[in-house]
């Protein structure tokens, strides 16, 4: 039992050090067979530390999972998120509907939204109607919902219940983590229902992510990274993997 405790810790340590790794990989660096790496990683996937994939590949779930406050992390990247901000509102234009979901980049977007002319917002987050109550230009509607209050967001089965009655032209959504392998994920299980039911509102699914997205693991899958159409980031966001992403159909816009 300490012998396989032990292993399993250095496999962890292995992962720390490199996010990703196969279990041929880890089989041939601990030396022992695939059936005995395999049962440590079920054991580690059990306790929320590390996530298998199909084809054999293994992530190492970020550390550091309960996501700091909104009002903690908008000024976290501030010029990076308020470019991407700027990127996405220009997609935007007079007279149409879209959804801003929560997040400090959603925030942001929401504030280059105000001279439009005739639009509709919908919106679950608190902070998108701070930012567009004032302009009457702005028809804003906010779902009702179970208020999370970290992220100033309504999320669950009343919220869930209006997305799938609403349409929009185009819709704005930021995530936790994007990975080729991994997908699209989110550290707080009880909002990936909400994230689903947000991804299928519209034909046009615009993700925002700063650099400090790609290549992060939250412990709860959303969708595959195939389920957006257009990635929004900034120019520290690792090259090899925005045109992994571009090799996939999808559009990437470098704010």
């Known amino acids: 039992m300490a012998v396989k405790l032990e292993r399993q810790q250095n496999i962890l340590g292995w992962l720390d050090d490199h996010r990703k790794s196969t279990i041929p990989e880890l089989s041939e660096i601990f030396e022992v067979s695939d059936v005995t790496i395999r049962r440590d990683l079920k054991a580690l996937e059990e306790e929320g530390l ?16 309960v996501e ?6 908008q000024h976290d990247n501030q010029a990076a998120k308020l470019r991407i901000a700027r990127a996405a509102a220009s997609l935007v234009h007079d007279g ?7 997040g400090s980049t959603a925030m942001y977007v929401a504030r280059f939204l105000r001279e439009r002319r005739g639009l509709t917002v919908i919106t679950n987050a608190l902070t998108v109607v701070e930012e567009l109550a004032p302009y009457d230009d702005v028809n804003v509607i906010i779902l009702g919902g179970m208020l999370r209050p970290s992220e100033l967001s309504m999320i669950g089965h009343v919220t869930e219940q209006t997305l799938r009655e609403v ?15 991994a997908g699209l994920t989110n550290d707080h299980m009880p909002e990936v229902m909400t994230d689903r039911a947000i991804l299928a509102m519209g034909a046009h699914v615009i993700l925002l992510a700063d650099h400090t997205k790609f290549g992060r693991i939250a412990s709860s899958f959303v969708a595959p990274v195939s389920d957006v159409s257009i990635v929004i980031t900034d120019d520290q966001s690792p090259l090899d993997m925005l045109n992994a992403i571009r090799e996939q159909g999808i559009e990437v816009i470098v704010g």
Not at 96 to 102: H, P
Not at 167 to 177: A, E, S
């Open 96 to 102: 149409e509907s879209v959804f801003v979901g929560s």
């Open 50 to 65: 590390v996530q298998l994939m199909h084809g054999g590949s293994v992530h190492r779930i970020v550390a550091d999972r």
């Open 167 to 181: 349409r929009v032209d185009k819709v704005f959504i930021g995530i936790r983590g994007i990975d080729l392998a």
């Open 68 to 73: 700091p406050p909104i009002l903690k992390r």
